[in-house]
Nanobody, 124 residues
Framework: VQLQASGGGLVQAGSSLRLSCTASGRTFSNYGMGWFRQTPGKEREFVSGISMSGGRTIYADSLKGRFTISRDNTKNTMYLQMNSLKPEDTALYYC??????????????????WGQGTQVTVSS
């Protein structure tokens, strides 16, 4: 499956952004999906994950209440709604897909496919 992330940009603190991740190539609903982010010199960090059906979601503890993950399997697209953005949210955001997972994976190495990343920059 090929993943294309989009929706990043430069915003002020307190603003909102919605990231999208569009998949092509295989049946989207067979993949658990996740968002990760990375800043220079640091490891890729789990942001949020969603089950194949979209019925279950999980978030990094520090992001609960501000970010919302969702997916539309009819559009082969996953979303990340980010509200009340903070400068520390600045990162390159990646979407990832895991084939037929038993749950929602939090570790990057468990994902099989990755998008190219979309940059989010939050100014103070």
């Amino acid at each position: 499956v090929q993943l294309q992330a989009s929706g990043g940009g430069l915003v002020q603190a307190g603003s909102s952004l919605r990231l999208s991740c569009t998949a092509s190539g295989r049946t989207f609903s067979n993949y658990g999906m996740g968002w990760f982010r990375q800043t220079p010199g640091k490891e890729r960090e789990f942001v949020s994950g969603i089950s194949m059906s979209g019925g279950r979601t999980i978030y990094a503890d520090s992001l609960k209440g501000r970010f919302t993950i969702s997916r539309d399997n009819t559009k082969n697209t996953m979303y990340l709604q980010m509200n009340s953005l903070k400068p520390e949210d600045t990162a390159l955001y990646y979407c990832a897909a895991e084939w037929a997972p038993t749950g929602i994976s939090l570790r990057a190495r468990e994902y099989d496919y990755w998008g190219q990343g979309t940059q989010v920059t939050v100014s103070s």
